[in-house]
Every structure is written in structure tokens, then in C-alpha cells.
């Protein structure tokens, strides 16, 4: 498997976690939370990406919060940088962003529900920086081969594939943990989305204790530090506070998985 570089970050090694809110709301709460988040990984030595997202142009209702826009997303997400001194990425919509983002993000999220398309995977791609790609719910893990593609015709292509469950009639979800293999593949790192998969934070312990026994390169969590208040997804969000014992019995499945062998007794 190739390992994708992000600052010192290398993804394909042990296991990381992107995590962040799911959109921006303010700068206090996102800074707030990147630093507790910083705070909780270096403790646990786990290495870590902040994610949140300026706009989320594919919420359902159209008097539902988007985030603060490019312009203010941006400066927020680069001061946390700057001042925490960690990668930052966020998910782009659209081409004519693009340019934008790059000046920040040390990683580009392409959503799910975008994950086919092509002009928008190439011009993310053509940054030269890490392109985290998140499964659609509507494709299988063999069809992402073809993205991988797509993104492999750009010259030193980085990619990582985000596995975030497969639709199950209507408004929910399963996760086949196959996936998680198919897709490693391909090549590429795999990480496991276990907040969007679970849809119900309760559920969220558990499925990473699964992704992380099935070998996942890295966890994807959106958390904060009141979901009752939160202006999006609420009911999918990690606690801040619960934080800190998903990612300790996390690391300890892990070390019990480099330590496993098929066929030991």
C-alpha cells in the first residue's frame, strides 16, 4: 500500500483520525474544539487532521445552516492552523473553489454525494496536495476503482478512500466492513467515517472498535462539544468528552491487531 504524506503526518502507517464539528459555526467553538482534539491525540499519540467544513452545500432543507462561507471559513480554519500548529482540511463543492482551499487545506474532501465527479475530482487533484475521496452511499467498493483512476491520470496523485456505509432503504445505513479490504486493494489508505455511517452517535464505539479490527488506516469523527446544540448533524456527533475513551480502547484494538497473525493460537 503507498503511503500518502501530509506534513509529517503519514497516512498508511498506524492509524489516524481526521475529526473536527461537521460545519464551522463559529470561531471560538471550532478552535475551541481543535485545540481539545489536539489536546486528546498527543496524549494518545495518535496523529491527527482538523476537519470542518465553511459551506455544506448539500444540506437537505434550504433554511438549514450552511456555515460561515468561503471567505470566513477560511481565515478560521487557517488560524487554527497557524496557532495549533496541525493539517487542516475541508470539503470542497465545486470547481471555483478550488484555488481557494488550496492556499489552506493541507488535505481536499471530495463529499460522497460527489464522488463521481469527474471535472471537480480533477481540479482537486491538480493542486498537487492529498485528495481524501468519501464513498458514495450509492457505490459499491469495487466501482471506487474507477475514481481511483480518474485521480491516478493526474501526474503524483495523493489519495485516500473514505469508506461511510451503503444505503439500506430508506434513510439508513449499513456498513459492509469488506469494503474496507476491497477498496486497500486499490492501493490507497482507507479511512472509516463512523459518525455519517452510524447516523446515531450511540452506535459510533462500536463501529470503530470493528473498522479498526478490520485493519482501517485512519478514523473520521465529527465531533463537538455540545451535539444538543449543534446547527448540523447533530445526532450523528461524538461528544467532545467521549472523545478521549474511543480513541484509548481505539489504540489498544490496534495494538492488538499489529500484534495478531492468522493461524496463532
Known amino acids: 500500500m503507498k503511503v500518502v504524506n501530509i506534513g509529517n503526518i503519514k497516512i498508511g502507517e498506524g492509524l489516524v483520525l481526521i475529526a473536527g464539528p461537521c460545519v464551522i459555526e463559529n470561531e471560538e467553538i471550532t478552535y475551541r474544539t481543535a ?23 448539500n444540506r437537505s432543507r434550504i433554511d438549514s445552516y450552511r456555515g460561515p462561507g468561503l471567505e470566513e471559513g477560511l481565515r478560521i480554519l487557517s488560524l487554527i492552523k497557524r496557532k495549533l500548529n496541525i493539517p487542516i482540511t475541508t470539503d470542497v463543492h465545486c470547481r471555483t473553489e478550488v484555488d481557494s482551499v488550496r ?5 481536499i474532501q471530495i463529499p460522497a454525494f460527489l464522488c463521481r465527479q469527474t471535472d471537480l475530482i480533477l481540479s482537486c487533484a491538480k493542486t498537487g496536495l492529498p485528495i481524501n475521496i468519501k464513498k458514495g452511499q450509492f457505490m459499491s467498493p469495487q466501482d471506487m476503482r474507477h475514481v481511483i483512476q480518474k485521480v491516478e491520470s493526474v501526474k503524483d496523485a495523493q489519495i485516500i478512500l473514505t469508506e461511510r456505509g451503503t444505503f439500506f432503504g430508506y434513510n439508513n445505513l449499513v456498513v459492509d466492513f469488506k469494503a474496507i479490504p476491497v477498496m486497500q486493494g486499490f492501493g490507497w489508505p482507507v479511512i472509516f467515517d463512523a459518525t455519517h455511517s452510524a447516523l446515531d452517535a450511540n452506535f459510533v464505539p462500536c463501529l470503530v472498535r470493528c473498522a479498526v479490527a478490520c485493519g482501517v488506516n485512519g478514523l473520521f469523527l465529527e465531533v463537538h462539544p455540545n451535539p444538543k446544540e449543534a446547527l448540523c448533524d447533530s445526532a450523528n456527533m461524538v461528544n467532545l468528552d467521549d472523545l478521549y475513551n474511543i480513541l484509548r480502547l481505539a489504540k489498544k484494538l490496534l495494538l492488538a491487531h499489529s500484534n495478531f497473525s492468522l493461524g496463532s493460537r
Open 35 to 57: 485545540s481539545c482534539i489536539k489536546k486528546i491525540t498527543d496524549e494518545l499519540e495518535i496523529p491527527f487532521i482538523f476537519k470542518s467544513s465553511y459551506d455544506k452545500a
Open 103 to 107: 492556499e489552506v487545506a493541507d488535505l
